[in-house]
């Protein structure tokens, strides 16, 4: 742009003196042209006068006058036509050069507005790297002062006495524990380091031997506790669920919602304090045994082992979930014959000295085991005698 600038002026000056010139001679021309047509003419010589044209002489003089004036004209339309053929050569340069000036100028633009536009994405970006530096560092010193105000926290509840507040004694969560949920509660409490609550180990053994007294009464100390408020089973510890953590095993794991939670998340929010919202019920003591009260089993959960119908000598009695033929320890108890033997699928072995021929015991049907009578024998394998009288023999071998 900087090496057509010069060009652009030099063109549109040429253009615009040709176009003067141009303009001023085609516009005399035609005032000439005009002026040549209004010429006066020499009267011709009246015949009155009775004498020779005395005006001949000038009258040829003006003819070739007008005509040298005529070819001079003529060269001045030439002229003319010259210079408007040049102006408008002159013009269309000015035109080239100058479109050619305005695209160069699009082009710049265009990558000025380009190059605009990614400097404004550079100082976006600049600047949302401020922002993000500054809230690092906002973050950074927040961390810092959390940890401080933590470790005073932990420093001075490690110096501090286990305490309960008035507030706390005067609710009626805390009236209702007996003695060892009190001596538990405190026992929580003095495990507390102002850091680790959600993550308070305490077991079972662990309980009895803090509170100093036997294992009789601390599962109702613990389940006074959990029911009115006071603690919460953060992580529960059974034998499938301890692991070995610097060689000891890890017990469950507690909250007391009397403070904030620490593990495994630190939760910045009040504290629950489940146990002020407790109320008394009218039957305390039914209330207590009720934490403790064993839960009745279950029906399905007193399922006998399933035994496969080829397994056994008759498939009549066989179901596919449990052998009906056999009676139930948990049902009734258990029926006995004449002779003293269960009423169940069993083998009689004789004395010593008698013959080691077997003879087995009927099986009851399904009717036959609830009712108590023997309608006919099942026979015996001869796998199953013959295994049973090698048992016989040894057994008579030993009493020898």
């Not at 265009?110 to 949302?128: C, D, H, N, P, Y």
Request: overall charge positive; aromatic content about 6%.
């Amino acid at each position: 742009m900087t090496d057509l600038t010069p060009s652009i002026a030099s063109a549109h000056v040429r253009a615009e003196a040709i176009q003067r010139s141009a303009d001023r001679l085609s516009a005399w021309v035609v005032n000439i042209d005009h002026q040549l047509d209004l010429k006066p003419s020499i009267e011709p010589w009246p015949a009155q006068v009775g004498t020779a044209d005395e005006l001949a002489d000038l009258r040829k003089r003006e003819a070739a006058a007008v005509a040298r004036i005529r070819n001079g004209f003529e060269e001045l339309q030439a002229v003319s036509g010259e210079l408007q053929k040049r102006k408008e050569t002159a013009i269309s340069l000015q035109t080239g050069v100058e479109n050619r000036a305005r695209e160069l100028r699009v082009k710049m633009e265009e990558k000025q507005k380009g190059t605009s536009a990614l400097e404004r994405q550079i100082a976006e970006l600049t600047q949302q790297i401020s922002v993000l530096n500054s809230l690092i560092d906002l973050r950074r010193t927040r961390a810092d002062r959390i940890a401080a105000l933590t470790e005073q926290r932990g420093k001075l509840i490690a110096a501090a006495d286990t305490r309960t507040y008035e507030w706390e004694y005067r609710s009626e969560a805390y009236r209702s524990l007996n003695a060892f949920a009190r001596c538990l509660l405190h026992e929580f409490k003095r495990k507390y380091n102002g850091q680790n609550n959600g993550g308070i180990s305490m077991s079972f053994r662990e309980a009895v031997e803090l509170v100093g007294h036997s294992n009789k009464p601390i599962p109702l100390a613990f389940a006074q506790l959990i029911d009115r408020g006071f603690v919460k089973v953060t992580e529960k510890g059974a034998f499938d669920r301890k692991m070995r953590t610097g060689g000891f095993l890890k017990a469950s794991t507690w909250t007391l919602t009397e403070y904030a939670i620490d593990e495994p998340v630190r939760v910045a929010d009040v504290p629950s304090k489940d146990f002020m919202r407790w109320r008394r019920p009218a039957d305390l003591d039914a209330h207590d045994r009720a934490l403790v009260a064993p839960k009745k089993k279950r029906r399905d959960a007193q399922s006998v082992r399933p035994v496969r119908p080829e397994r056994t000598v008759s498939s009549e009695t066989v179901r596919p979930e449990r052998t009906s033929g056999t009676p139930r320890a948990y049902d009734e108890p258990q029926k006995l014959g004449g002779d003293g033997t269960p009423r169940a699928y069993t083998y009689s072995l004789p004395d010593k000295g008698a013959s080691p021929r077997l003879t087995p015991s009927p099986q009851p049907t399904k009717g036959q085991a609830g009712a108590g009578g023997m309608h006919g024998l099942s026979p015996v394998g001869e796998q199953t005698a013959a295994l049973l009288s090698s048992l016989l023999v040894r057994s008579s071998g030993a009493g020898q």
